[in-house]
């Protein structure tokens, strides 16, 4: 199972960005999907989660009303919709994909497929 993410860039406070990753190899409408983030020196820190039919959905209080994810199953892919980014945003962005499809893991311990990230910078 392959995850590749994409969308990322510099952007100024009070921007949006609109990060996408694509799933292949596996059975993507069985799957949950989550966003992390990692700044270095920092765990990886939960963003958003999504069940495999999208009933659920769970986002870190750290964003909950500026971002948004969603998924297109006919696509294989998720996204993470970002606005009114922050300085401290600033992180490489992964997506992760559960296997088991259940809920809306918040733990990345939960995951078991994941991208290579993509840098999101917020500065001005």
């Known amino acids: 199972v392959q995850l590749v993410e994409s969308g990322g860039g510099l952007v100024q406070p009070e921007s949006s960005l609109r990060l996408s990753c694509v799933v292949s190899?596996?059975?993507?409408?069985?799957?949950?999907m989550g966003w992390f983030r990692q700044t270095p020196g920092k765990e990886r820190e939960f963003v958003a989660a999504?069940?495999?039919?999208?009933?659920?959905?769970l986002t870190a209080p750290s964003v909950r009303g500026r971002f948004t994810i969603d998924r297109d199953n006919a696509r294989n892919t998720v996204y993470l919709q970002m606005n009114s980014l922050k300085p401290e945003d600033t992180a490489v962005y992964y997506c992760?994909?559960?296997?088991?499809?259940?809920?809306?893991?918040?733990?990345?311990?939960?995951?078991?497929?994941w991208g290579q990230g993509t840098q999101v910078t917020v500065s001005s």
């Open positions: 190899g596996g059975t993507f409408g069985y799957y949950a």
């Open positions: 999504i069940s495999w039919n999208s009933a659920d959905i």
């Open positions: 992760a994909a559960d296997k088991y499809g259940v809920g809306t893991p918040t733990d990345s311990y939960d995951y078991d497929y």
